[in-house]
């Protein structure tokens, strides 16, 4: 092999397992997820991947190579995969809401809290009145806690603040948390997305077509620089097929990328919008219909089940299965928010994805993985280990990958290893 194949800043070795999830044959892996036993990986400058093969080949690939220093990363045979990519939370937000909690478990619905002004609202209050530090505080808890667990990248929406003001606090905090210096260096990257239509405000009680104004010709102008994506709430409860449509479209002109809350609580229309206009992912997807399934597969949107609000709420699991007969791309993601699914545990996702929704260990990985990087139109980048993308791995407690679900009800990941 020649010298300037194997020039790299850094080499992970002695990996057991590498659950590579590559879209593409390596050579010597095998199985659906392109599993290639005692590897390594070799990392450039840049932090990509630029080698993938047999940890026994590194020995001589650097006696021959007239390289200076080489970082060697020993993964002392534990088994290795992508990091997780989730693609929908809500983590930036004070409060709790551990009293809806409990009022659930005694019948009160989600949408009756939603009418009594509590849900998104109880937490609107709560993130409005806290200090930016205070909110900044929290949500560096909290990925330190996502990161523990094996996510490596993480979208993040607004939705608590629902004014100008707040909508712009909770943004700017969102993009500290990609730049802060208190971070570790091997933090999560984050995604941010602006979600001004999660609900109205109560200031604009009988005045909804206002707030969607504020909306539409102030805030979304106003964060065009601030988020990646722009994703509305279209639910009998939020936003109207009609209301979602005028500021996603708004959204689109501006140069936002597109998600849609869809379908959650009932046959909101939400897919259909997805397709129609495009969304890179639709989400929920409680009440998809076979039509609605069909178009978002025509239109290429990515399905993305968070199974921690089925869990939470005590509704039906939506299947997934269903979802990957109608051919579609199919995300799991944690829905990290305070009301509905308070955990930022992606092994929890995948063991329910796998209990309850149909999944085998290979596609719910792939879903955790791969197809959340699609669900933020990363998949270039990230969610698999192969040549050419970003060094984000997760590295697992475990010698098989098979005890991924099997093994439930404590952290796996011994750490992650972002290079």
Known sequence: MEQQQIQARA???????????AQAPIAGASGLLQVLSNAAIMVDNDGNISWIGADQEVDEMLACSEQGHVNIVDAYGCVVTPGFVDSHTHLVFAGDRAEEFHLRREGTSYGELLRQ???????????????????????????????????????IKTGYGLNLEAEERCLRIIN????????????????????????????????????????????????AELARFCDVYCEREAFSVAESHRILTRAK?????????????????????????????????DYASDTDLEAMREAGVVATLLPGCSYTLRSPYPSARRLLDHGLKVALASDFNPGTSYSENMQMMLGLAMSA???????????????????????????????????ELALWSIRDYHEIGYHFGTNLIQSILVL
Not at 11 to 21: A, F
Not at 202 to 219: K, Q, T, W
């Open 357 to 391: 929704m149909g999944m085998s260990l290979d596609e719910a990985l792939s879903a955790a993985t791969i197809n959340g990087a699609r669900a933020l139109a990363l998949q270039d980048e990230t969610g698999s280990i192969e040549i050419g993308k970003r060094c």
């Open 253 to 285: 002109e501006l140069g936002y990328q597109l998600k849609v809350h869809a379908d959650q609580l009932s046959p909101s229309g939400g897919s259909q919008l997805a397709a129609e206009l495009g969304a890179v992912s639709a989400d929920h997807l």
């Open 11 to 21: 080499i992970v070795r002695n990996i057991g397992q590498l659950v590579s999830v």
């Open 176 to 223: 500290d948390l990609n730049c802060s210096p208190s971070l570790p260096h091997e933090h999560v990257r984050i995604i941010p997305t602006f979600l001004g239509a999660h609900s109205v405000p109560p200031e604009y009680h009988g005045r909804r077509a206002a707030y969607v104004d504020l909306v539409v010709e102030e805030m979304l102008p106003a964060f």
């Open 117 to 155: 002004g509590r849900g998104i609202l109880t937490t609107m209050n709560a993130t409005r009145h806290a200090s930016s530090e205070m909110l900044l505080d929290l949500a560096m808890e909290r990925l330190a806690s996502v990161r523990a667990h094996g996510t490596t990248t993480v979208e």
